[in-house]
C-alpha cells in the first residue's frame, strides 16, 4: 500500500508521510528524554551558550588540523550552515601559530547553476563564504596550500569522492536543515519507481557526491537564512557529499542552535537515530548506522513542541 502524501509538498517524499507514531513520539520528548537519547555510536550533546557551542564546533578544526603531518594529512568536511564558527576557526588557526601545510578541508556542498557549481563571484557561493569567513582570514604563513581545499565542482565528483581514500577525514561537521538532510542530501522526488516508498536504504547510502534536486523546503529554507525570503533568487539543484564520503570520515557532528531547524524537527531526528528508525524521507536517519556520530544542541533552543501563539 501507499505511503500516505506529502503535506509539504505532494510530489516529494519528506518527515510527513511517516507513521504518525513516529511524530508523536518524537513530539512528547522532554529536554531530559532528549539527553538520554544517548547510545554507543550515538552522543547527545548539551551547550548552555551560545559562545560555548559556537567555539566547540570551532575547536573540531582545531583538533582535526593538529593531527595532520606530511605522512598522515588530515581533514575536516564542513557546512555552510551554521557558519558562526568561522571566523573563530581563523582566529584559533592565528593565535595558536598551527601551520596547515599538512592539514585539508572539504567543502561539503554547492549551488549547481547553469550544468555547473556556482562561481566564487555568485553571492551565494559556499565556497566563497568559505573563504572569506575563515580561510582568507589566516595568516599567510599559516595558510593550508590551495591544493588542500577540496570544494565540490560538477566535472570532478570522482575527484572530490577519492580524495576520502586519500586523506583521512577527522570529522564530517554539518547542520540540520528543515527537511532534515545533512548537507544537500535531501530525500527524493515521489516519481517513477519512488511513488509508493522512497528509496530503501542500501539504495541511498551508495549515493556518492552528485547533483541533487532540492526539496521546496529547503529552497524555503535558504530564501529565509540567507537571501532575505527572496526565493525565486535561490537555485534549485546543487552538488553535494552523498553517504559514500559520510561513512568514510570518522565522526559526523551535527550543530543546531535553533537556527536551522525547530523544536520538533530536532527531535525527530535524534529519536529516529537512537532507535534506529532508518527512512528516507528523513536522510538524517540513516545516521543510526553510522558508528560515531555527535549531535550538539545549543539546550536554550530546544523548547518544547506545544501549540504557542503568538
Not at 13 to 37: F, M, Q
Not at 66 to 91: D, F, H, R
Amino acid at each position: 500500500m501507499s505511503r500516505k502524501i506529502s503535506m509539504l509538498a505532494e510530489d516529494w517524499w519528506d518527515y510527513t508521510t511517516l507513521d504518525e507514531k513516529i511524530l508523536e513520539d518524537a513530539a512528547k520528548l522532554s529536554e531530559k528524554d532528549l539527553y538520554e537519547l544517548s547510545r554507543p555510536g550515538f552522543k547527545i550533546v548539551f551547550h548552555e551558550t551560545l559562545e560555548s557551542f559556537y567555539l566547540a564546533e570551532a575547536l573540531e578544526y582545531i583538533n582535526a588540523w593538529k593531527k595532520a603531518t606530511s605522512s598522515n594529512p588530515v581533514g575536516i568536511c564542513g557546512p555552510i550552515g551554521p557558519t558562526e564558527q568561522l571566523p573563530l576557526v581563523a582566529e584559533l588557526v592565528n593565535s595558536l601559530e598551527i601551520s596547515l601545510k599538512n592539514a585539508h578541508f572539504w567543502g561539503m556542498d554547492e549551488w549547481y547553476i547553469d550544468g555547473k557549481e556556482a562561481p566564487e563571484s555568485h553571492p551565494l557561493s559556499f565556497a566563497r563564504a568559505d573563504k572569506e569567513l575563515c580561510f582568507n582570514r589566516i595568516k599567510y604563513e599559516l595558510r593550508m596550500p590551495e591544493e588542500n581545499l577540496h570544494f565540490p565542482a560538477a566535472d570532478s565528483l570522482s575527484e572530490y569522492t577519492a580524495s576520502y581514500d586519500e586523506i583521512k577525514c577527522a570529522v564530517m561537521q554539518g547542520g540540520q536543515g528543515d527537511v532534515k538532510h545533512w548537507a544537500f542530501n535531501d530525500p527524493f522526488k515521489r516519481e517513477g519507481k519512488y511513488i509508493d516508498a522512497p528509496p530503501s536504504k542500501e539504495e541511498f547510502r551508495n549515493l556518492s557526491a552528485r547533483k541533487v534536486d532540492l526539496h521546496p523546503i529547503t529552497l524555503a529554507q535558504n530564501a529565509r537564512t540567507s537571501g532575505g525570503g527572496y526565493i525565486v533568487g535561490v537555485p534549485k539543484q546543487a552538488i553535494t557529499v552523498g553517504p559514500v564520503e559520510t561513512w568514510k570520515s570518522d565522526k559526523v557532528s551535527i550543530w543546531q542552535a535553533g537556527t536551522h531547524d525547530n523544536p520538533f524537527g530536532m527531535r525527530l531526528t535524534s529519536f529516529m537515530i537512537a532507535k534506529k528508525i532508518v527512512d528516507t524521507s528523513v536522510p538524517m536517519s540513516l545516521l543510526a548506522d553510522h558508528p560515531n556520530v555527535e549531535f550538539h544542541y545549543y539546550r536554550p533552543a530546544i523548547k518544547t513542541v506545544e501549540t504557542e501563539m503568538h
